[in-house]
């Protein structure tokens, strides 16, 4: 049988609501704080296309300009290393 509780809330509500609220409020504050200036447009500057010049391009020949790799060019492949042995220092005793 269940008690009947006289209190209007619980506990579990209460410590949901209280952690949510104070979310709620931080997210508020964040979206209503002021943005930085440098983050502004600076209000006599006109908002026209802006032109320049490229400086940061790839500027190896293409793939189709490469000579093809030889057998020659390729490492001599192998196999890898084995892994070294950890030596096991457990000896079966009885307990």
């Not at 506990?11 to 709620?24: D, K, Y």
């Not at 440098?38 to 400086?55: D, E, H, L, T, V």
Request: charged share 25%.
């Amino acid at each position: 049988m269940k008690k009947c509780s006289n209190s209007r809330f619980n506990r579990r509500s209460l410590l949901g609501f209280v952690p949510f609220s104070a979310g709620f409020v931080l997210a508020l504050i964040s979206l209503t704080a002021y943005t930085p200036l440098s983050a502004q447009s600076p209000s006599g500057a006109a908002n026209g296309n802006k032109s320049g010049s490229s400086y940061r391009n790839d500027v190896s020949p293409p793939l189709r300009a490469m000579p093809p790799w030889s057998e020659a060019d390729r490492k001599e492949e192998h196999e890898a290393n084995e892994n070294p042995k950890i030596p096991h220092r457990h000896r079966d005793e009885a307990d």
